[in-house]
């Protein structure tokens, strides 16, 4: 088995670049179902982030509101913190649980873990392999805009609550350029794949 972390910044491409593994025969997790998960409605996260922050980050079926939630905290590294430090262990736990049956399952298997917060949170810490997906400032604004309906203001509040991508470049054992064609990005994912596939092989 072998474990790649991929991420990257905002609207990057790195949930492309785990859709074309997938396409491969990788096993992907993503971390942002993970989050979901663990913070629904009931669950212990989902009550200490309803404690923390108030009723105002719930929909009116008390599930909670995603968008509410980043613009109240991503202004705000001190509440953006305190929400990480909520919901990361949990999401790690899961992402090992996870991980765990596919391996029992699959011993040579590839695992692609997408997280945006992969070394934000020390999840790269877990991985045997780190890809970082990069794309520019202004391709990952016009991308948050169409993709997620934000403002230019709230897509830069959500990059700068990120760390740089030349931060995140330093962890990399690969860069891929996420403002590639997929025609263009197929064939390197491609190469990855049957190099992480030999590796997982091997005792």
Same mark, same amino acid.
């Given at each position: ?80 913190? *305190? =929400? @990480? ?7 790690? +736990?899961?992402? $090992? !649980? %996870? ?5 029992? #399952? ?68 690969? *860069? =891929? @350029? ?7 990005? +197929?064939?390197? $994912? !491609? %190469? ?5 596939? #030999? ?5």
């Amino acid at each position: 088995m072998i474990v790649v972390g991929i991420t990257g910044g905002l609207a990057s491409g790195k949930t492309t670049v785990a859709g074309l593994f997938h396409e491969c025969g990788a096993f992907v997790i993503q971390a942002d179902q993970l989050a979901r998960t663990v913070v629904a409605p009931g669950k212990t996260a989902w009550k200490e982030i309803v404690k923390t922050f108030g009723s105002r980050v719930l929909q009116a079926d008390r599930t909670l509101d995603r968008t509410a939630l980043a613009n109240l905290v991503f202004h705000h590294p001190r509440k953006l913190s *305190v =929400l @990480n430090r909520i919901v990361h262990p949990r999401v790690a +736990r899961e992402q $090992v !649980r %996870q991980t765990n049956a596919i391996a029992r #399952q699959h011993p040579n298997a590839v695992i692609i873990y997408d997280a945006a917060l992969l070394i934000e949170a020390r999840a790269h810490e877990r991985m045997d392999r780190i890809i970082v997906v990069t794309a520019n400032q202004p391709i990952q604004i016009q991308r948050a805009r169409q993709r997620d309906g934000l403002t230019r203001k709230e897509a830069l509040g959500r990059i700068r609550g990120q760390l740089p991508l030349r931060t995140k470049r330093r962890f990399a054992d690969y *860069v =891929l @350029n996420g403002t590639l064609p997929i025609a263009r990005l +197929r064939p390197r $994912v !491609r %190469q990855l794949y049957r190099e992480f596939l #030999q590796e997982a092989a091997t005792p």
